[in-house]
C-alpha cells in the first residue's frame, strides 16, 4: 500500500513538499506518477518518474514549479510544490505504474496501485 504525505493549507507563492512511501515493497522498479483531483473535475496527471534512470515529466500547468524525486534509499518519492497557485488545490495521490512500459505516463488509467491521496489548499 502507498501512503502520500505533506499536504495542508498555504498561501498563493508558497510551497509544499509531499512524500509517497510504501509499505512492506520496494518501489525502486516502479514508474511512478503524481495526480491531483480538484472538486467536481477528473483526476489529472501531475509529474511521473521512471525507477532507473530517474527519468522525469511534467504537465504543463505545473512545469518550473514543481519537482519530482526519488530516495531508493528511504523507499519514497518526493513531489516539491513551489510557486503554488490556487488552481493547484486538489488532493494529491502517488501511484504505481503496471504494464512493464518502459517510460512512465500521466494516463491515471494505466497505475494501477494509488494511496489514499493528500489535501493540498492553495488560498488567495
Known amino acids: 500500500q502507498l501512503a502520500e504525505s505533506g499536504g495542508g493549507l498555504v498561501q498563493s507563492g508558497g510551497s509544499l513538499n509531499l512524500s509517497c512511501t510504501a509499505f512492506?515493497?520496494?518501489?525502486?522498479?516502479?514508474?511512478i506518477g503524481w495526480f491531483r483531483q480538484a472538486p467536481g473535475k477528473e483526476r489529472e496527471g501531475v509529474t511521473c518518474i521512471t525507477p532507473n534512470s530517474g527519468r522525469t515529466y511534467y504537465a504543463d500547468t505545473v512545469k518550473g514549479r514543481f519537482t519530482i524525486s526519488r530516495d531508493n534509499a528511504k523507499n519514497t518519492i518526493y513531489l516539491q510544490m513551489d510557486n503554488l497557485r490556487p488552481e493547484d488545490t486538489g488532493v494529491y495521490y502517488c501511484a504505481t505504474q503496471g504494464g512493464g512500459a518502459t517510460m512512465c505516463s500521466m494516463v491515471p488509467s494505466l497505475y494501477n496501485y494509488w494511496g489514499q491521496g493528500t489535501q493540498v489548499t492553495v488560498s488567495s
Open positions: 512492506a515493497w520496494n518501489l525502486d522498479y516502479y514508474h
